[in-house]
């Protein structure tokens, strides 16, 4: 019997990891000439598609006539695979949202949402596919990281930032308690880290900080929207500013806001307002830079 797809109410499973849903057909969903024609959406390690939910809820809301695109990102998956197979992984994306040649494409207006580190990891997974597929860099207005970028050095404080995110995404695969599946991660991580340093393999999640910024892969006009906060005890807020920084310095224009009090990818929960009226300003700004470009 063929594995059963996730599931999201209103959305057609093209994989274990994408799903779409398209636009809406209401008559009072009226778009406004501005508004993206598609948006992804990649949701944070081992969020459950219920809850990656609520953001295409809140973009169905603001942007009715877009198809969505959302993309799952198991931790595991993300870790034990290389870029060819993380780029295979994102292929119903490009089948989904690209089905055209890159030229047509360009004309569209697409709005990208990645969250975390592993969502990260799958939108820069998307951009290698736009690459090897279309010889162009995928085309959007504008790309919103929510609680990404991290750094990816393999140091102490990282090294339990890690460890705590990856007991808290599978403690339910074990009897034991959090403290020893940590444990495990710790291990884990330090033999994976001096495995890899030994055969000088880059990690998914430094290949996605260089490649988020880099023109081969990401769309030089798209603008860059950063939510982060400094309370994130899974994400660093000076990593993200780095990151926005090193974008600004290579031509991207760059928006961050910062959110007071609330966790890793809790800022949508705990600042609705703040959170969605960020991404409007930002994706205004991004459609009247495109204009003159």
Same mark, same amino acid.
């Given at each position: ?11 057609t ?8 849903r398209?636009?809406?057909l ?11 024609d598609?948006?992804?959406?990649y ?28 993309? *799952? ?7 034990? @695979?290389?870029l !060819?197979? #993380?780029?295979?992984?994102? +292929?119903?994306?490009? /089948?989904?949202?690209?089905?055209a ?6 004309r ?25 597929a ?23 404080s ?19 308690p ?8 710790? *291990? ?7 495995? @890899?340093?030994? !055969?000088? #393999?880059?990690s998914?999640? +430094?290949?996605?900080? /260089? ?10 006009g798209?603008?860059k ?30 928006d961050?806001?910062?959110?007071r ?33």
């Amino acid at each position: 019997m063929p594995k059963k797809g996730p599931a999201i109410a209103g959305f057609t499973a093209l994989s274990d990891q994408v799903l779409v849903r398209e636009a809406s057909l209401d008559d009072d969903a009226k778009p406004g000439l501005t508004d993206p024609d598609t948006v992804l959406i990649y949701g944070w390690g081992d969020g459950l598609p219920k809850h990656v939910a609520k953001y295409a809820d809140g973009y169905r809301t603001l942007f009715p006539r877009a198809m969505q695109v959302v993309v *799952l990102s198991p931790i595991a998956k993300a870790m034990f @695979s290389d870029l !060819r197979q #993380r780029t295979t992984h994102m +292929a119903p994306v490009l /089948r989904a949202a690209f089905p055209a040649a890159a030229a047509s494409a360009k004309r569209r207006n697409i709005l990208v949402h990645a969250m975390s580190n592993t969502g990260a990891v799958n939108y820069a997974a998307t951009l290698n596919a736009y690459r090897e597929a279309y010889d162009a860099a995928l085309p959007h207005q504008l790309l919103v990281l929510d609680s990404t970028p991290g750094s990816t050095r393999m140091t102490l404080s990282n090294v339990a930032r890690w460890s705590r995110a990856m007991a808290l995404g599978t403690a339910g695969w074990f009897p034991w308690p959090r403290i020893v599946t940590r444990a495990i991660w710790i *291990l884990f991580l330090l033999l994976n880290g001096l495995y @890899s340093w030994t !055969r000088g #393999r880059e990690s998914a999640g +430094a290949w996605s900080w /260089r490649a988020t910024n880099d023109t081969r892969f990401e769309a030089r006009g798209a603008r860059k929207l950063y939510l982060y906060s400094r309370e994130d005890d899974l994400i660093a807020s000076q990593d993200v500013e780095l990151h926005a920084a090193e974008a600004r310095e290579r031509g991207w224009e760059a928006d961050t806001e910062v959110f007071r009090g609330s966790g890793h990818v809790g800022h949508m929960r705990r600042f609705p307002g703040q959170y969605w009226g960020a991404i409007v300003r930002a994706w205004l700004r991004a459609v009247a830079g495109a204009r003159k470009a």
